[in-house]
Every structure is written in C-alpha cells, then in structure tokens.
C-alpha cells in the first residue's frame, strides 16, 4: 500500500494528538503539521503536491475556511467538531462536502472507543432489543478555562457542549435515531459571559427512546462515564468503574477487551486513524462519520442552545 498522506493543522489536539497519531499507523505519514493561526503555512500545506488528506483542528471558527483552502486543491477532508463556530457555517461546510470530489469525515473518534463499539454491535444484532432510554452521566477532568483560548469564546465555538457533549449527542442519534431535546440547562457560564462548562439535557428521540444527559468538565480523578442503555430485550450499562454489564442476555466472550480505562480514548483515535486510512485509500467512506453527521450535531447543539435556561 501507498502511504497516505496527511498534512495537519492544529498546534493543539491536531499536534498532540492526531498527528501522533496519524503516524503511529501503518501506511500513513505526517508531511506537515502548521499552526492555524499561519494562514500563509495553512495556504501552502493544503498546496503542497505530496498531500493525500487535510486533518482539519483549528477553532471552530477557523474551520470553514481551512476547509475551503483544502478543498480548492482537491485535498480530502477530515474536520473537527463542533463542526464550525455556527450552525451556518456548518450548513456551508455541509454543502461543499456534498458538491466536492472528495471524502469529506468529521472527527467523532469517540465512535471507536470499544464499549461504544460493542453497544452499537449489539444494537444492530438486536440483542438490546429497540432502545427504549437512554441515560447518561459524566464528569471529565479535561476542561480548563482558559481565557485566551477558544473554548472560553462562545463566538469562536468554545463551550462544554460542543468540545464533549456532541459526541455524546452522536452517540444518541447512532442508537436511537435523532434526539429531540425538550429541556436544556447550562451551567458553570452566563449566557452572555464564558461559556458552559457544563449541561443537562432531556428529551425523546425520533424512534421515541428517552434520553437523559448530564455532563461536565471537573478538577475530578478521570473516571468512566455511567451509561445506561434500556431497551426491550437487554439493558446495557457501563458502570463508573469501567466494567461492563448486560441484563437479560449474554455479554460476548471478548466484551471485557472493550472495558474502559485510561486508554480508551487512544484506542478509539488509532482505529479511527487507520479507518480514515482505508477510506482515502478506497475512496469510500461508507460507514463512517463525515460532513452530513457534522451539520446533523450542529442542528442539535444549536436547538440545545436555544432552549437552555442557565445557572450562573
């Protein structure tokens, strides 16, 4: 196999994070990794002739355009979320992935953690049976405010839902069809201060599967999330000790290989890494998240915005 190429641009999660991890796979070299802020050294990377794929992990509000630069040149895609700084701009990306001659993925690697593997396996066996609810509760020690970076900016697209929550929100609308949120609340911000540093959110999906979520970013141990899948044949818990549990049927024998710990999170970005491989690779990205899923989480973190009251 040809490496694939892949030029980054992030001097944070795109520079510690994915480019690392982009060449820790087989058949995948790094070219270049380049600050967003150097819009010079985004123009050239995205010309360069020895790139296959642009891994896209600027701010949000920096997105479109690093995504338009790297589409102009014929250059496949994988973008960020939250997809854009707005729900505009996302429907903007949105339409360009769709009119491009390109693989267009948005990076929800979370998808690829092992227990969320296993869940979205056993759904499609039919061994849950239809999702009837959905509860989920976590606390990551990930978040810090930070008053010069993006994620404290609501206008550049910062905020605890869009950086944690939207893969969470993915995670629903895989299972059980799109949420609809219902209620909304913020806290940890002011709805015209920083942001949130966290939410609670409540509601039914479009297959009628009822969901809560209660998520924030804390100074706390890093523990797993405790999630809790009802459906009428089986119920699927990950507990908060990373250990998992099926009632009403048989857990596979190899299901304590997707027992969270401290690693999930790697694990999930190499699989993921080696999954964009094979789609620039093949051409074919079937499976696989990409713009549309980005414009589709964007329509829910707008409505969740709309809709939250706030505990300041």
Excluded at 164 to 174: E, F, G, K, Q, Y
């Amino acid at each position: 196999m040809t490496a694939v190429r892949v030029g980054v641009i992030g001097g944070g999660f795109g520079a510690n994070v994915m480019a690392p991890a982009f060449a820790g796979t087989d058949d995948v070299e790094v070219v270049g990794v380049v600050s967003p802020r150097d819009r010079a050294a985004v123009a050239e990377l995205c010309r360069r002739d020895d790139v296959d794929l642009i891994s896209v992990h600027s701010a949000p509000a920096a997105h479109e355009a690093d995504v338009v630069a790297a589409l102009e040149h014929g250059r496949h895609v994988l973008c960020d979320k939250p997809f854009g700084a707005d729900l505009e701009a996302a429907r903007r990306m949105a339409g360009l992935g769709a009119a491009a001659d390109a693989l267009c993925l948005l990076n929800f690697e979370l998808r690829y953690e092992p227990w969320r593997r296993l869940v979205t396996s056993l759904i499609d066996a039919g061994t849950i049976g239809t999702v009837e609810a959905i509860d989920w509760h976590e606390s990551r020690p990930n978040w810090r405010v930070r008053p010069r970076g993006w994620q404290s900016d609501r206008a550049a697209g910062g905020g605890w839902l869009g950086a944690s929550v939207s893969h969470t929100l993915d995670a629903i609308r895989l299972w059980a069809g799109r949420p609809e949120i219902a209620s909304a609340a913020f806290f940890g911000g002011t709805r015209s201060g920083l942001t949130e540093t966290g939410c609670a959110l409540a509601g039914i999906t479009e297959r009628g599967a009822r969901f809560t979520v209660v998520s924030a970013g804390a100074d706390a141990r890093l523990v797993a999330p405790r999630v809790v899948i009802s459906g009428t044949e089986a119920t699927f818990e990950l507990r908060a000790d990373g250990g998992l549990r099926l009632d009403g049927a048989t857990l596979p024998p190899d299901a304590i290989d997707a027992e969270w710990g401290p690693e999930t999170f790697m694990t999930a970005v190499r699989t993921w890494c080696a999954l964009v491989r094979d789609a620039v690779v093949t051409g074919d990205a079937a499976g696989l998240p990409t713009f549309a899923d980005g414009l589709a989480c964007a329509e829910l973190l707008a409505d969740a915005r709309a809709k939250a009251s706030w505990a300041d």
